[in-house]
């Protein structure tokens, strides 16, 4: 069995050693229809676009992406020709539940927002949502919930949480079509539709759920006060003056701690051992946190800030900055 792999997935190669000698590592944005010509499997991150130009006339029978979103997958084509293509659904959800408490939390501590006087507002209650909601729950703050696939009588309309939200956050997939298109989501007319002044704007989904131009126009006006922005349009070529603007800015990394990058390991060895009727090698495991770490609060796990810094003193650097990432883990263990 021949597998090319995104590079920069962590910690998976001494698992797929165990599985075949015949693995090739490529940047990700650089894999290439020679490159994948003659393999059996594809194993991908955002950054590999899975489609008829990548793919055709290939010998690759499956393609894994070791994210939650698929909108760098080509799905139709890939059912069409026959390619067994996965996800990892709620692979990291846990780790972007972490980035947006720790956010919260360095706004209470920074701009003095008060999260147990605060409405949290979430667009989009699948996996990511609903570890939002707990965090959001957990920190003492009122919690209102959109989403219109699942049909829950406590959910309520985009237009509650224009009314309502103190803080909104989106964690939604990118779409174009459907019932309920995600592409600027947050466009002007909902930007300039909220109601209370002065609102706090998260976005981790995607970036272009979030219209960027008109998040700007919003922060003139002092409709939106704090923006906390990890994924962007455009990456990695984002925009400098919302980079400039945003409070907590980051590189596209909020579900990157190294437990949700092992659980997405683990459901791509298992779904490619599956598929190929081969026995499964073993669990990936995260690193440990070195020697002497103590930890008093989460921000000691997690300051979304040093990121920031980094990102916004070196913004050049976004793909270097994400595709080596620090260790970060999502929980202390003495």
């Given at each position: 069995m021949k597998i090319i792999v995104d590079d920069k997935i962590p910690y998976i190669r001494e698992i797929l050693d165990r599985i075949t000698k015949d693995v090739i590592y490529i940047k990700g944005a650089d894999i290439t229809h020679d490159d994948v010509a003659d393999a059996d499997a594809l194993i991908v991150r955002t950054r590999t676009r899975c489609d008829r130009h990548l793919l055709d006339h290939t010998n690759v029978k499956f393609v894994a992406t070791a994210t939650i979103g698929i909108d760098h997958l080509d799905t139709e084509y890939l059912?069409?020709?026959?390619?067994?293509?996965?996800?990892?659904?709620?692979?990291?959800?846990?780790?972007?539940?972490?980035?947006i408490e720790t956010s919260l939390l360095t706004l209470q501590r920074d701009k003095h927002l008060k999260l147990d006087k605060s409405t949290l507002g979430i667009v989009g209650c699948g996996h990511v949502g609903t570890e939002a909601k707990r965090v959001g729950e957990k920190l003492g703050m009122r919690v209102m919930v959109n989403d219109p696939f699942i049909p829950n009588p406590n959910f309520v309309s985009l237009d509650d949480i224009r009314t309502n939200a103190d803080v909104i956050t989106f964690h939604v997939p990118l779409t174009h079509g459907g019932p309920h298109p995600t592409y600027h989501l947050a466009d002007r007319h909902f930007l300039m539709g909220l109601v209370r002044p002065g609102v706090t704007l998260i976005n981790t989904s995607r970036g272009g759920v979030v219209d960027e131009s008109s998040l700007i126009e919003a922060m003139d006006r002092g409709i939106i006060s704090t923006a906390v922005i990890d994924t962007w349009e455009n990456e990695p070529d984002i925009n400098p003056e919302l980079l400039h603007r945003a409070y907590i800015a980051t590189p596209h990394i909020a579900g990157y701690s190294a437990d949700g990058k092992t659980n997405a390991d683990n459901?791509?060895?298992?779904?490619?051992?599956?598929?190929?009727?081969?026995?499964?090698?073993?669990?990936?495991?995260?690193?440990?946190?070195?020697?002497?770490?103590?930890?008093?609060?989460?921000?000691?796990?997690?300051?979304?800030?040093?990121?920031?810094?980094?990102?916004?003193?070196?913004?050049?650097g976004f793909e270097e900055q994400r595709g080596n990432y620090r260790l970060r883990r999502e929980k202390y263990e003495a």
């Open positions: 059912d069409n020709a026959g390619i067994r293509w996965v996800n990892c659904p709620g692979c990291n959800a846990p780790s972007v539940g972490q980035y459901m791509v060895i298992e779904a490619l051992c599956q598929y190929f009727h081969v026995p499964n090698p073993g669990l990936v495991s995260p690193p440990p946190l070195p020697a002497g770490f103590s930890c008093n609060t989460p921000l000691d796990l997690y300051d979304p800030l040093y990121d920031t810094r980094l990102l916004k003193s070196h913004p050049e």
